[in-house]
């Protein structure tokens, strides 16, 4: 019921921005020959009422009522772009009432799947809008048995085609956040424990400096240049590798961007993907990392 009452929100302020203002009767209206309403119901009035609620509580878009002529419409509407996991949802799950919207499209849109959306994302997002506790059976891929614990849920990630729970476990001493993988976990059952958000804990900055999906307490930002080459400097400029970065020299044949970050794993990975269009120029010591993984490469192909 939760993913499609998802659908019935994304729905209805799609419908407010695009066609609005409405009346409520003008609402149920289009309500009753819309495909997101799969089983062809009413839209009651108790339910409309409750939907506007969960939209402010889940997104923070507040629909009011102009009682002049008893209409609806959003008032902040400017808080549906921008960036952050409330544009990125808004826009997912707006392609996705979109396209079910316009059902002769389907096989001319194509994107990639999300696998750990499935089937766990709504729970865990209500879990955190409620700040309830979670009851996960979770096993790791280095792990032989699963195992069951609570956890309380912070906040959450998409990070290339996987999202990931950032929390606190029942038996951890600290309370720093760790990372679960939505598609490792086997069951996830809401709890009517609560919780409460660890005092300083600020989810924007904690992600700041952070690259992939891990973040290890020796984990230091620091400044990475990158020499970025040919046309590759437009794939750089129109989609920033992360949040810090800076294009600080721009020349004929390439440019230099800057970086504020930790150099992890994924960074590594996703810097090795681009060839020889990416030259990492400092630090000293990512350098020699690049260089001596780029060796053992060349080893391996000239067996």
């Known amino acids: ?69 008893n209409t609806y419409r959003i008032v902040n509407e400017e808080d549906m772009d921008g960036s952050g996991i409330r544009s990125w949802m808004l826009d ?58 609570e956890l309380e849920p912070y906040f959450i990630r998409e990070f290339k085609r996987r999202w990931y729970l950032y929390g606190h476990k029942d038996y951890d001493k600290d309370n720093k956040p760790h990372m679960y993988a939505l598609d490792r976990m086997l069951e996830v059952e809401i709890l009517p424990d609560s919780f ?30 990158l020499k970025v080459y040919g046309k590759q400097v437009r794939y750089f400029r129109s989609l920033p590798l992360h949040s810090s970065q800076e294009e600080v020299e721009t020349h004929r044949d390439h440019s230099i961007f800057a ?14 993907s681009f060839g020889d269009t990416v030259e990492v120029l400092v630090p000293k010591e990512l350098r020699e990392d690049f260089s001596e993984r780029i060796n053992k490469m060349i080893t391996r192909y000239i067996k």
């Open 1 to 69: 019921m939760a993913k499609n009452y998802f659908k019935s929100y994304i729905w209805l302020m799609e419908t407010l921005r695009s066609r609005g203002p409405l009346t409520l009767a003008q609402i149920k209206d289009l309500w009753s020959r819309s495909t997101v309403n799969e089983v062809g119901g009413e839209l009651a009035t108790r339910t409309f009422a409750n939907h506007v609620e969960a939209i402010f509580d889940i997104f923070g878009i507040e629909i009011v009522c102009d009682r002049r002529d």
């Open 196 to 225: 409460k958000l660890p005092d300083g804990l600020d989810a924007k900055a904690w992600f700041q400096s952070l690259y992939g999906i891990r973040k290890y307490d020796d984990m230091k930002p620091q400044q990475v240049l």
């Open 259 to 272: 970086y504020n970050l930790a150099p992890d794993y994924d960074f590594k990975q996703d810097i090795l």
């Open 92 to 149: 997912a799950l707006s392609l996705n009432s979109l396209l079910n919207e316009s059902a002769g499209m389907k096989d001319r849109i194509f994107f990639e799947n999300v696998p750990s959306s499935h089937q766990f994302l709504t729970t865990v997002i209500q879990a955190i809008r409620d700040n309830r506790k979670l009851k996960v059976r979770y096993q790791g891929y280095r792990m032989d048995e699963e195992r069951t614990f």
